[in-house]
């Protein structure tokens, strides 16, 4: 049997009614076609309000699209059942851009990530649960700290590490990450583009990599798709695409960035 | 970076409202056993006594000792105060929450309702009530209930509709937490700073409004020890009985100034901005 | 081997030249509580140069420039002494001194081209203001009208007459930046502070406004002063780099030294940690640990926990000061990246 695709996004498109997104006035996305293979690193770039983030978005079932299909593991996740949907959320996490947002300020980090344990890993108990928050916690370089403590007492590059983990925790199969890195600092940046390099080798995720930042693309992927102003301008192996690169816009964009 | 404090060095001011604040609750809670004298009991051979050793603060038009009709009336304005706020505070958050939940036409219907119901003034609904169920301390609490909620629906639909638009909710909703346990992990325990600072606030002002309503005659009714209910009776007496007016008048002052003090203090330290990155 | 540069950089120390900002031990510290957050700051900006400081956030360079320039409130001078075209300012009083200047001899770029504009008035009214206030140019004259489309123009707007007549609010953020440098261009400045001025800005935006910036201070003969955390974006721009750690000036760097010579160790490391255009994922090398914030203070190097090469005496040494302000500058007492010669 032919490897089947994880994520397979055809002709999809996306409109969204004018003035309910103010920053998306008479933005639409698509048709844009989009496949991410088991094992691949598969970055979507492009500039904000090219529409990236929406089909993180959508990629993540968190808004829906209007034509076309997307496919999970070759299942239309429209025809998607209650259970199923359930399910999704163990196999697909996201990693947001703010690292400060996208934790809960009132729940200790050991209790953010015990969450997604407690929804989708039942059978642990309590003690089995507080150890695997420990390794979690452990695998992205923050074995020495105390779950106990709140977000506010993490710094940014922490509290990205604190996310990644609580998106491990269900034992993902794919990895969405949506700007991880742009809010940091970069030498904090850099800690975190080696963790990202390390889960890839040692868990052999599949990543989808959301990022205007095409030298950390460039390093990180192994196929790319550019995107300007909802479509998909230019696509390929990340190392072609981002050294010689076929479309114009892709092309300036390069020759912009510092 | 720049770290806020989280805790402020408070002023003399605030520590003054901390001691008051704290005397107030201490004698709501204890009042009645310290009281010297039956706060009920009327004598009209000891009537209109002035401030003196047997009588400190004197006593009323009817001999009744007004030190101890302020140490039990602590108790009841206190008591009838936090009724109503815990009242309001369970309605309205519970509909305030339940509309940013389910948002859409639900959100628009309950909230054009809240604003409807605001459009009533708090003394309309007094005397309706007391019209309907006569003139007492539960038609003024029932009054302040029924106009009250909508400030708590709005303000706990605002703070939902905020927390709900947070990035940590999306990486809940990535993860399938349900609704319930949004509300019970999510939103209460974020939600709570912004909604203690309002309560507290709002000590004062519920305490205001009965005392005003019993002062009025729609709310507690002479010989009930309420404060507001002790000032109406002193006013025939204010030319040779300041003290009947005076003593009541200067505790609800003062209760109302210290938690007013200590919620706006409050709203400082908690304040939410206060504590993202600067 | 590294002579080629030299000849045509106008940064060269020349003895008969005159810094035209010159900043000696310079000490910046919050007013609250009188701590010291900035400490022993050197260095010298040229005539005519283009001189960048990075430093990443919590490094002091927000809290630097904002003090220097008089535009902070919660913080003061401290100590040192800020020399303009050789004239040095007052230490009391710093704060109303600096501010004169701005706006007059220094034009000043903020980082946000939205808030730092006034929604209410028009363009043209904003720019002919800034003409009067610093030429004194009557605002209705059709001297200043003409003054001011021409500005428009000079940063590059389309329909400069028809921009003039706008509000802000009908521009996007690249040119609404360019109105912005319009405005501090307006007042012939000598000297021009450029603070995050892009940031806020997407890829395309941000290398158009960078060019546009240095073509105009090129052609004007301005110095300008560019604060940014984007090492690579600084070391394509710049002459000279400052860099900012702790609250410790650490390396003042001609640009074309990073990844050709030994540099600074902080430096360095900064630099093998930005995913540059040429570098493969084995070329990114991470500072282990967290950045330290400003107020470090003058008693051994702020970057010494996170330094490979750190010995005790880095911890202990007390601050080494840029005191001659020659071209380059290393704070490291191992003596890494000092420049000789």
Redesign the interface.
């Known amino acids: 049997m032919a490897e089947q695709p994880v994520i397979e996004l055809l002709e999809l498109t996306k409109s969204f009614s004018s003035g309910a997104f103010v920053q998306n006035r008479s933005f639409a996305l698509g048709p844009v076609s989009i496949t991410v293979n088991s094992g691949e690193v598969v970055g979507i770039l492009g500039e904000s309000g090219s529409g990236k983030s929406t089909v993180a978005n959508v990629i993540m079932r968190l808004t829906g699209f209007d034509e076309g299909s997307y496919h999970f593991r070759g299942a239309d996740v429209r025809a998607f059942t209650k259970a199923d949907s359930f399910a999704f959320k163990s196999k697909v996490q996201i990693i947001f851009q703010d690292p400060y947002g996208s934790l809960n300020p009132r729940a200790t980090v050991g209790a953010s990530i015990r969450e997604a344990l407690i929804l989708h890993k039942r059978h642990l108990s309590r003690a089995q649960m507080d150890a695997r928050v420990r390794e979690l916690l452990a695998e992205v370089g923050l074995g020495s700290e105390d779950p106990g403590r709140y977000p506010h007492e993490f710094s940014g590059g922490q509290r990205q590490r604190i996310a990644i983990a609580r998106a491990l925790a269900v034992e993902p199969e794919v990895l969405v990450c949506d700007e991880p890195l742009s809010s940091l600092d970069v030498s904090i940046q850099a800690q975190v583009l080696e963790l990202f390099k390390s889960l890839i080798e040692h868990r052999n995720l599949t990543m989808v990599f959301i990022s205007h930042d095409l030298n950390v693309s460039r390093l990180l992927c192994d196929r790319v798709y550019v995107m300007h102003k909802g479509k998909v301008v230019e696509k390929g192996i990340a190392q072609e695409v981002l050294t010689n690169p076929q479309h114009d816009y892709t092309r300036q964009l390069l020759e912009a960035v510092y | 970076?720049l770290t806020t404090p989280r805790s402020y060095p408070k002023s003399w001011v605030e520590w003054t409202a901390i001691v008051i604040a704290a005397i107030i609750v201490l004698t709501a809670v204890f009042g009645g056993l310290l009281a010297p004298h039956d706060p009920l009991v009327i004598d009209f051979r000891a009537k209109l006594l002035p401030p003196s050793g047997t009588h400190w603060m004197g006593t009323d038009g009817a001999g009744r000792d007004v030190l101890s009709r302020l140490l039990t009336g602590a108790q009841l304005t206190l008591l009838s105060t936090l009724s109503v706020i815990a009242v309001v505070l369970v309605i309205g958050c519970t509909i305030g929450i339940f509309s940013a939940f389910v948002g859409g036409w639900v959100d628009n219907l309950l909230m054009r309702l809240a604003d409807i119901w605001l459009g009533f003034p708090p003394l309309i609904l007094a005397l309706g009530f007391a019209a309907a169920m006569g003139a007492s301390l539960q038609a003024a609490i029932w009054a302040l209930v029924f106009s009250w909620w909508p400030t708590y629906a709005r303000l706990s639909r605002m703070i939902t509709k905020d927390i709900l638009s947070?990035?940590?909710i999306?990486?809940?909703?990535?993860?399938?937490?349900p609704a319930w346990r949004k509300v019970v992990?999510?939103v209460l325990?974020?939600a709570?700073d912004v909604l203690i600072i309002q309560v507290t606030l709002d000590i004062a002002a519920v305490m205001l409004a009965i005392s005003g309503l019993s002062f009025i005659g729609v709310g507690a009714q002479i010989p009930t020890p309420e404060w507001g209910a002790m000032i109406a009776d002193g006013r025939d007496y204010v030319r040779n009985g300041w003290w009947i007016v005076i003593f009541p008048g200067l505790a609800i002052f003062f209760t109302a100034l210290s938690f007013n003090i200590i919620g706006d203090m409050l709203r400082r330290e908690l304040d939410p901005t206060s504590?993202?990155?600067a | 081997m590294m002579t080629a540069p030299a000849p045509e950089m106008t940064t060269e120390t020349d003895p008969a030249m005159t810094p035209l900002l010159d900043l000696s031990d310079v000490t910046i510290a919050l007013r609250q509580n009188d701590r010291k957050m900035v400490t022993g700051v050197s260095l010298s900006v040229m005539p005519r140069e283009v001189f960048g400081i990075v430093g990443e956030s919590g490094s002091g360079k927000t809290l630097f420039t904002r003090t220097v320039f008089g535009l902070h409130e919660d913080t003061y001078l401290a100590g040192g002494t800020v020399r303009f075209n050789g004239r040095a300012l007052p230490l009391n009083g710093y704060r109303r001194a600096i501010k004169k200047m701005l706006g007059k001899e220094i034009g000043y770029i903020p980082q946000d081209p939205y808030s730092s504009l006034n929604p209410s008035m028009r363009v043209g009214r904003q720019l002919t203001e800034a003409l009067y206030l610093s030429k004194g140019y009557p605002m209705r004259s059709q001297k200043a009208q003409d003054a001011a489309v021409a500005l428009l123009a000079e940063v590059g707007i389309p329909e400069p007459e028809l921009a003039f007549r706008q509000y802000p609010d009908q521009f996007s953020g690249g040119m609404r930046q360019r109105i912005v440098i319009a405005i501090a261009l307006s007042q012939d400045p000598e000297l021009m502070i450029a603070d995050e001025p892009t940031t806020a800005l997407d890829a395309f935006t941000q290398r158009r406004i960078m060019d546009l910036i240095l073509e105009r201070s090129r052609t004007r003969g301005l110095a300008v002063l560019l604060i940014s955390h984007n090492l690579e974006l600084l070391r394509q721009s710049v002459d000279r780099l400052g860099v900012l750690y702790g609250g410790q000036l650490l390396n003042v760097a001609a640009t074309a030294d990073i990844g050709a010579r030994e540099i600074h160790p902080y430096t360095q490391a900064l630099f093998d940690c930005v995913p540059g255009r040429d570098k493969r994922l084995a070329d990114i090398a991470s500072i282990p640990g967290e950045p330290v914030g400003a107020g470090f203070g003058t008693t051994g190097c702020a970057f010494a926990g996170r330094c490979a090469f750190a010995q005790d005496i880095c911890r202990s040494a007390p601050l080494v000061t840029n005191t001659d302000r020659g071209t380059g500058f290393s704070a490291c007492v191992l003596g890494k990246g000092a420049r000789h010669g």
């Open positions: 970076m947070a990035k940590y999306a990486a809940a909703d990535t993860l399938g937490v992990l999510y325990p974020n709570f504590q993202r990155r």
